[in-house]
């Protein structure tokens, strides 16, 4: 045999030897820790609902009509459901709407189930609230093109629907701005997902999975990574990612005017998805099995990619099978029809005793501690020793602060001149919350 021949035989066992060193433990898998996993994907036993908006049958009822009512849109044909629709999950399937300029929209028609435990509302973040939300396809001028003036002119001038609206609001019966979103907030926090045959394992039901579902989800929470974003029941962090898809579109970035957040969208939920393909911000991608090959094999290397996003995950083909297997089922076999869950008034409020301090932490996504007394005259100090980029806000009357891009690493002073209570909160981590009391300095 030629000596370069033989080199190369050698240099390819080396190889071999190496790879399994290296790859031997970690392509291992670990054991599936099911108790921990089911208590971390466990459903809640009620939904949230704002003290200031509280879900009483009347208004869902009117919310649910006002969903169908194309007197909101100004050509008049359209209605919310023309693109939410409720065998679609309340997508629509397609990957963008046509607009009235007859071009598609900029985005994905979003599914609309569990929003009540939202934090942020659009692709991109832009609303607040459900209510905030409700008026923005409403005026715009490609989705539904409509006058909110006329809108609710032609509402008021129904007596059926002056009726709907008294019987909602007894302390303000009146076709109002207000009260319209209201109905429709209300409404669409009743669309939460049913249990499917996931759930049922997670209560405790092992052969509710086949061995290859059981897999897929191993791969999941292990391997391929996904529950770094996708976590909790309603597979959500409700953060922000850069996930590698080609679009042009920068999403969170401009929303915050902080453009290491260029390209982020608000991490959807996989509950009852099989219904609501296309997939992703733009429709981009048809299948799961387009979705998982983008995850394994297209992401696109920029700058701005998520620090939770594995930059190489390997999944042979039948990896690849059972993690699509998995994500089925999270969804029903039929149209999902809405769960019924009782209500509880919601409070995001500090729910931990308030400790003096001058620091704060922010591994792992938190805020630490999260609640906080500071002597007025004293400075705020935020601490980056995280291995993500956050961007901590205030937005409270009298006082606004962005510290811009936060990288690893970074500290952030904040300074305040009166005493009160300050929200603190990161823009691209919204779940991550920091109540501070500005006490006055005896
Ligand atoms: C022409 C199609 C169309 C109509 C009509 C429409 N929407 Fe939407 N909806 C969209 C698109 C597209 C988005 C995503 C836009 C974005 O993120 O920039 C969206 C986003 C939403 C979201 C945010 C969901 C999330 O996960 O953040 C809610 C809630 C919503 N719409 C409710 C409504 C309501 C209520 C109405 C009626 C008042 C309505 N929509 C009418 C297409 C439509
Ligand atoms: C870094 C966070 C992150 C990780 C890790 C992640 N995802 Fe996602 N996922 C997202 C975000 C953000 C989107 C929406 C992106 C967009 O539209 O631009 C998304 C979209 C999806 C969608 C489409 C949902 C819809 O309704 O459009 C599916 C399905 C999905 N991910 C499954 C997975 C699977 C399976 C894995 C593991 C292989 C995974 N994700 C890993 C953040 C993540």
């Given at each position: 045999m030629p000596r370069e021949a033989l080199a190369r035989i050698g240099r390819a066992l080396a190889g071999l030897v190496l790879a399994s060193v290296l790859g031997g433990a970690a392509d291992k898998?670990?054991?599936?820790?099911v108790g921990h996993w089911r208590q971390a994907f466990a459903r809640p036993n009620h939904a949230p609902t704002p003290a200031e908006n509280s879900a009483t049958p009347e208004k869902i009822a009117l919310g649910a009509k006002l969903f169908e009512?194309?007197?909101?849109?100004g050509s008049g044909?359209?209605?919310?459901?023309?693109?939410?629709?409720a065998d679609l999950s309340f997508s629509d399937g397609i990957d963008r709407h046509v607009g009235h300029d007859g071009q598609p929209l900029d985005r994905r028609t979003p599914p609309l189930w569990?929003?009540?435990?939202?934090l942020s509302f659009f692709w991109d973040g832009r609303a607040s609230s459900l209510e905030d939300q409700a008026m923005g396809p409403i005026e715009n001028e490609r989705e539904m093109a409509g006058n909110l003036q006329t809108a609710l002119r032609a509402l008021d001038s129904d007596p059926q629907m002056r009726k709907a609206f008294a019987f909602a609001f007894p302390d303000d019966p009146a076709v109002t701005q207000a009260n319209l979103a209201k109905a429709l907030a209300a409404f669409q926090r009743t669309l939460v997902s049913p249990e499917t045959r996931f759930d049922r394992w997670v209560k405790?039901?092992?052969?509710?999975?086949?061995p290859d579902e059981l897999a897929g989800f191993s791969l999941f929470v292990g391997?391929?990574?996904?529950?770094?974003?996708?976590?909790g029941w309603r597979f959500t962090d409700e953060a922000f990612h850069?996930?590698?898809?080609?679009?042009e579109d920068k999403g969170r970035g401009p929303i915050l005017g902080v453009?290491?957040?260029?390209?982020a969208f608000k991490t959807p939920s996989?509950?009852?998805r099989v219904w609501s393909a296309p997939y992703m911000h733009d429709g981009s991608l048809a299948t799961f099995d387009d979705v998982v090959a983008h995850y394994a094999e297209h992401v696109v290397e920029r700058?701005?990619?998520?620090?939770?996003?594995?930059r190489r995950i390997e999944l042979d083909n039948e990896e690849r099978a059972q993690l699509v297997a998995f994500l089925d089922t999270?969804?029903?076999?039929?149209p999902p029809r809405p769960a019924s869950l009782p209500t509880k008034a919601m409070s995001?409020?500090?729910t931990a005793e308030a400790v003096p301090a001058s620091t704060v932490s922010q591994k792992d996504?938190?805020?630490?501690?999260g609640t906080i007394i500071l002597k007025l005259g004293e400075a705020l100090r935020i601490v980056n020793d995280d291995t993500r980029v956050h961007n901590v806000r205030l937005d409270g009357p009298g006082k606004s602060f962005n510290s811009d891009a936060q990288n690893p690493g970074d500290t952030v002073t904040i300074g305040f001149d009166s005493p009160g209570h300050y929200d603190v909160i990161c823009g691209?981590?919204?779940?991550m919350r920091l109540s501070v009391d500005v006490a006055q300095a005896r």
């Open positions: 898998p670990a054991p599936l820790d009512d194309t007197r909101l849109s044909d359209m209605a919310c459901s023309s693109c939410h629709q569990n929003l009540a435990w939202g405790g039901d092992d052969k509710a999975l086949e391997k391929a990574g996904c529950v770094a974003c996708h976590q850069d996930i590698g898809l080609p679009s453009s290491a957040a260029n390209h996989l509950r009852e700058p701005t990619l998520s620090a939770d996003l594995p999270l969804s029903s076999d039929d995001w409020g500090a996504k938190r805020f630490t501690p691209i981590h919204p779940d």
